[in-house]
């Protein structure tokens, strides 16, 4: 059986100084290659803390991080950035483009992260991975002229244009319309589908967690129940 | 292309109006460092030519004549000073030899200088009669390139003053003029050429003629007053005239201690230049800092991103550092020209009657490359604050607060 992409064991995470607060209590979890899952839970709950950790932008307080077979704990932050640029892909929910790169630019940035120099290669894969969101005519496009969706949609090519194995979105859905809300899922769906990437999806939007092949509910730091 | 670079560039080029700011604070600095620097170099060179122009950078003299008790200091009350004569330097030949030997000394030349009278007609003026060996003294002074009139020619009777005295008794060149010293001896000279030292002293006093009649008009057979020096550095004068001055016991004067007002006006200039220069250097990097660490604050979101998609905290230091270092480029090649450009108006600006500069500038290669590489170091340095804060920047803190 392969590694899943993404295991918590016995995760905790506790933040301050002279008052701790407990934000985590022991989170196990296991994500196998090609899931699709949407972690919900009410503000609060704890969800931001688990994609930071997921993300490997925040170390745990007690447990192990796995991510792609790899445990991340003794890892130092030059390794960890190394390991994020290889294995994970990022969505978030203001879609957060850099503005002094055009649409192609800010996919060829997942590609450069860990490599010295830009390459022709590198902007065939993002035109190409923006054809693959339907944004081919927009490649040299300033972001801040794309819509709200199309802006999503560049996002999703940026996350997905290395191939990782696994894919972390925060709410990518939630600053748009029914509709674009709709378009960006179903390409999410797409990828899922089509690549076996996997997706943790952090959302409110009942509809869109209900269209996923699992939900993970987080209350209160603690993950209540894994119905599918 | 260098991801950091591209990135940098990227940066700079989306914050136009900023970059065009600080490209421009860096511009103006650089514009002051080499107007100032040029114009400050041209004065100092300008004094130092003139100056060094018209005298020896050592001159060497006999020693003081002192007047000793025979009885010792606790018989005698009080000693006279006595009155100093115009004498010979004992075994000059010697010296001289020992001189044109030493390779810091460019040129040696002998000459018998004193106080006489300039006598033409009615008029008479005091003045210093210089005895000369003509192709030792052109070596110390480069009189050729002072003549204004008539020729460098001191042989025979032959005699060369400056155009201030020629004014003075109305010679010109061709006349006769007559030399009193002051024991009454005198003798007849023909004026063959004039000079102007651009020195009102030099051009006024001094009378120009060969040794032989020198020596024999101020009863110094044989002998010579004093022996004047061109050395290579002329800024190694006074070590040169220490150590002769000890191994000679003579009084051996260089330049520097002749013209120690001229030496500290300049040394203080150097000084002052020196200050506002550290001031607009400061100022300089302030202003890039500060608007670098906007850049920072206002990008810390893309800053967050960059640094979740797996650029390390290295290379997100490295984007700033750049671009501190390309505006530092950046402003010194702007500053270069413009600083360059003032430089030329206003010496072209302020001229004499005849036209030429009152203000000299020197503009060398070295300047533009200690100004660039100071503006660019500045850039690196102020970045390196703002830098260090955007790698330091946590990535989920930054995403979350955007």
């Not at chain 2, 060094?52 to 010792?72: C, D, K, S, W």
Request: hydrophobic content about 50%; charged content about 20%; glycine content about 10%.
């Amino acid at each position: 059986m392969p590694d899943p992409v993404l295991e918590l064991r016995g995760v905790i995470k506790e933040y301050g100084g002279a008052v701790l607060t407990r934000v985590l209590h022991g989170i196990d979890l296991r994500l196998e290659q090609g899931e699709f899952a949407a972690l919900i839970g009410p503000s609060g709950s704890g969800k931001s803390t688990l994609l930071n950790l997921v993300g490997l932008l925040d170390r745990p307080t007690a447990g192990q991080v796995w991510v792609h077979g790899e445990r991340t704990d003794q890892l130092d932050d030059d390794e960890l950035t190394r390991l994020r640029a290889r294995s994970l892909g990022f969505v978030f929910q203001f879609h957060h483009l850099i503005g002094a790169l055009s649409a192609a630019e800010n996919v060829m940035m997942a590609l450069a992260a860990d490599q010295p120099r830009l390459t022709r290669e590198m902007r065939r894969r993002s035109v190409a991975a923006l054809a693959e969101v339907g944004l081919a005519d927009r490649a040299d496009e300033d972001p801040r002229r794309l819509s709200g969706g199309q802006q999503q949609r560049v996002a999703i090519a940026r996350a997905l244009v290395r191939r990782p194995p696994l894919v972390l979105a925060d709410e990518p859905t939630g600053n748009l319309d029914t509709r674009s809300a709709d378009d960006v899922f179903a390409l999410m769906r797409k990828f899922n589908q089509e690549t076996g990437i996997a997706f943790l999806i952090v959302t409110h939007d009942p509809r869109i967690a209900t269209r996923c092949d699992r939900t993970i509910e987080l209350i209160d730091g603690r993950i209540v129940g894994q119905p599918t | 292309m260098w991801v950091d670079w591209f990135l940098a560039l990227r940066i700079l080029r989306d914050a136009r109006m900023q970059t065009l700011l600080i490209t421009a604070g860096v511009a103006a600095g650089v514009t002051v460092m080499v107007f100032l620097s040029s114009l400050m170099t041209g004065l100092q060179v300008s004094l130092l030519h003139k100056t060094l122009g018209t005298q020896a950078h050592i001159v060497v003299r006999p020693a003081e004549e002192r007047a000793r008790p025979l009885l010792g200091d606790e018989v005698v009350r009080r000693v006279e000073a006595t009155a100093q004569r115009t004498r010979s330097i004992d075994g000059w030949q010697l010296l001289l030899t020992a001189l044109d030997a030493e390779p810091a000394v460019d040129a040696v030349s002998p000459s018998a200088t004193a106080p006489v009278f300039a006598v033409r007609g009615n008029g008479t003026e005091a003045v210093v009669v210089k005895g000369i060996v003509p192709a030792r003294f052109a070596g110390v002074i480069k009189m050729t390139e002072h003549m204004v009139a008539g020729e460098w020619t001191v042989v025979g009777r032959g005699a060369v003053i400056g155009v201030g005295l020629a004014a003075k008794l109305g010679i010109t060149v061709g006349d006769r003029l007559r030399l009193q010293a002051v024991d009454g001896t005198s003798e007849l000279f023909d004026v063959r050429g004039l000079f102007d030292l651009g020195n009102k002293a030099a051009n006024e006093v001094w009378v120009l003629v060969s040794l032989r009649n020198a020596q024999t008009l101020l009863d110094l057979a044989g002998g010579v007053s004093s022996i004047e020096l061109r050395v290579a550095d002329s800024f190694a004068a006074e070590a040169l005239a220490a150590r002769l001055r000890g191994r000679t016991g003579l009084e051996v004067e260089s330049w520097m201690a002749a013209n120690a007002e001229l030496l500290t006006a300049l040394r203080s200039q150097s000084s002052s230049s020196a200050v506002i220069q550290v001031f607009v250097i400061l100022a300089v990097a302030i202003g890039i800092a500060s608007v670098l660490v906007v850049s920072v604050i206002q990008r810390s979101r893309e800053i967050g991103i960059l640094r979740a998609m797996g650029l390390s905290r290295g290379r997100i230091t490295r984007i700033f550092l750049l671009q501190g270092g390309l505006v530092g480029v950046a402003g010194s090649l702007l500053g270069s020209g413009l600083g360059a450009a003032l430089a030329v108006a206003f010496s072209r600006a302020v001229t004499d009657a005849s036209g030429a500069p009152l203000l000299p500038i020197v503009l060398d290669a070295r300047l533009f490359l200690s100004s660039s590489a100071v503006a660019t170091a500045t850039g690196l340095l102020a970045a390196l604050l703002p830098a260090r804060r955007a790698a330091k920047l946590d990535p989920a803190t930054a995403i979350r607060n955007a």
